[in-house]
């Protein structure tokens, strides 16, 4: 997205400007590199023999951060599926035309999305295992994040939907559809392209959430870092973490770009060019949904529109 | 409601420790987040290009891992953090100012191209093209996305749980320690007391934004 509409081009002055702020710029970031790579050597943390651990297979270092990648990758992937099964449905019951059900779902999904993570799955470890029920770390991990996430794609769905304009759905009524067909004929159709971006940033939340996992004892890929930093000791702490840390991004990152690919052949698709057209003449404010202008933030609590 | 006497002190001193990581965390975060945002949008390619790469880096780690490269990675280059509570707001405000800077650049683009060019056609200094067009539009198009980057950091306090920080979290798990028969009681109560926490904050965002909204 072009940001850069703030301004005009710069001219002949803006450039020479631009350029010294670069070389101010270049110099305060070199500065704090090199300030950062003298602490590090002087504590010794750039020997190579400190780093070599991080890929030698007979320490047993790959082995292990590869399998609590596995076990990230496991949680996520089964929160993922449960989550975007459950989340439609509430959804549906945000949308009823039952006031009931919309007061109901609308109270359990506010309840799911505003408590941490973190207490949700530290109450599902000691109110489970009171009620006698017993779960393994990997499923208790998951049931948190499935309770959490389904609230969230609920809202995600709620919200996409929401912004297809309601004279579709008269349309649809008035043609003789059932709610059921509007929804899966003419809504939906149209409101998950717009949702995709939100819904890939969701999930990339998701598996960050996997660790917190670490706090409570699955041993994920986090906890794969701090048992072999046991193990080995704090020497090699610092590249254990870093490398940890690596992997997340490394993971998200691609995650994001294959969803990038797919956002944009969606956007390509020709019938996608009548409907984007439409987001421009809604609020200016704020799009409904419409995704370009939607910040992936980590919990999207739609506030509501206001009604005119 | 017997629990939330007995443990009284313990609750009260870790609901204002979670209030106090949001506050301090969430000021940290505004101030970075909105330097951030200022680097993006400018014009020297080299702060665009450091402000992206932060974002994107910082935003695709676990708030869990920025924690324990706070707590035992900084040391390693020379900042040593004296107390965990410190600590913990460094790793939030480090982590959520890319969140909010996400949610402010949303904001200046949500205005427009448009707005902007006619504000120049008019012969507007730059200065009064964000004063008197950009800003008066954007601040009121970012407060449901800065609503939800708060409601996002009171919940992500409770990591501090993780690192001796007794928040709301930690006071659960610590009554569960010395008073396992009424720990869920306690959890329900701290549940409630997060619940108040966001659904107040969601409660406020809507009323501010109800109340600088214009007809347009």
Known sequence: MNSNFLYDPLGPNGRRHARYMTAVGALVGLAIVASILAQLASRGQLDPKRWEILFDIKTGVPQVLWQGFLSTLRAAAIAMVLALSIGPVLAIGRLSPNRMVRLVTGAVVELCRGVPLLLLMLFAALALSRLGVDFSLLWLVVLALVTYNSAVFCEIFRGGIESIDAGQTEAGLAMGLSRGQVLRGILLPQAVPRMLPILVSQMVILLKDTSLGFIVGYSELLRAGRSLIDFYGNRHALQIYLAVAGIYVATNLTISFLARGITARHAAHPRRSVLSASPAHTDAYRPPIDPSSITPSESPWNVKEPTK | ?216
Request: hydrophobic residues 60%; charged residues 15%; aromatic residues 8%.
């Open chain 2, 1 to 216: 409601m017997q629990v939330l006497i007995d443990n009284a002190r313990l609750l009260a001193s870790a609901f204002a420790m979670t209030a106090r990581l949001a506050t301090a965390a969430g000021l940290f975060a505004a101030v970075l987040g909105v330097l951030l945002t200022i680097a993006r949008l400018s014009p020297v390619a080299l702060l665009q290009r450091g402000g992206a790469v932060y974002v994107e880096i910082v935003r695709n780690t676990p708030i869990t891992v920025v924690f324990f490269l706070v707590v035992f990675v900084l040391p390693q280059v020379g900042l040593v953090i004296p107390t965990y509570s410190l600590a913990a707001i460094v790793a939030l405000g480090l982590y959520m100012a890319t969140f909010v800077s996400e949610a402010v650049r949303s904001g200046v683009n949500a205005v427009g191209r448009d707005q902007a060019e006619a504000a120049r056609a008019l012969g507007c200094s730059f200065a009064d093209e964000m004063r008197f067009v950009i800003l008066p539009q954007a601040l009121r198009a970012v407060i449901p996305p800065l609503t939800n980057v708060w409601i996002t950091l009171v919940r992500n306090t409770s990591v501090a749980a993780g690192f001796g920080v007794v928040e709301l979290t930690a006071a659960g798990r610590r009554i569960n320690f010395v008073d396992p028969e009424h720990v869920v009681p306690a959890l329900v109560w701290i549940v409630v007391a997060y619940l108040v926490i966001a659904l107040g904050s969601a409660g406020a965002g809507r009323a501010l934004e109800k109340k600088l909204a214009v007809l347009r």
